[in-house]
């Protein structure tokens, strides 16, 4: 989620389509690189290590990349165009006219 986020907030910054849709694409075929990388290697770690082992291991880069998230700069929100109730409201209104679509089911 947090690169995810870091991705579509450079892409709109980017003036260039091609680097937004580079940026993306770069990001959803690392994940799926490493999701068969994964998938391939854990049956033959299983047989040589614990599965407490490998849910070891495999939880340290999460860990790593929730560690670099607490480092990453934002920007406050000076103005409040709305109060938080106002926000709540319209998100709720939005999100209930998108569950209503027939596309969507």
Do not use: H
């Not at 003036?15 to 490493?34: P, R």
């Not at 480092?71 to 929100?77: A, C, D, G, T």
């Not at 109060?83 to 709720?92: L, Y």
């Amino acid at each position: 989620v947090v690169v995810d986020s870091l991705v579509v907030e450079k892409a709109r910054d980017s003036q260039n389509q091609a680097v937004s849709g580079g940026l993306q694409s770069l990001c959803w075929g690392s994940n799926a690189i490493g999701g068969i990388i994964s998938a391939y290697f854990s049956g033959s770690l299983l047989e040589k290590m614990t599965a407490r082992n490998i849910f070891l291991i495999t939880s340290i880069l999460p860990m790593m990349i929730a560690g670099v998230a607490l480092l990453v700069k934002e920007k406050p929100i000076t103005v409040m165009t709305s109060s938080f109730t106002t926000q709540i409201s319209e998100q709720a209104v939005l999100l209930w006219n998108a569950v209503k679509r027939k596309s969507v089911w």
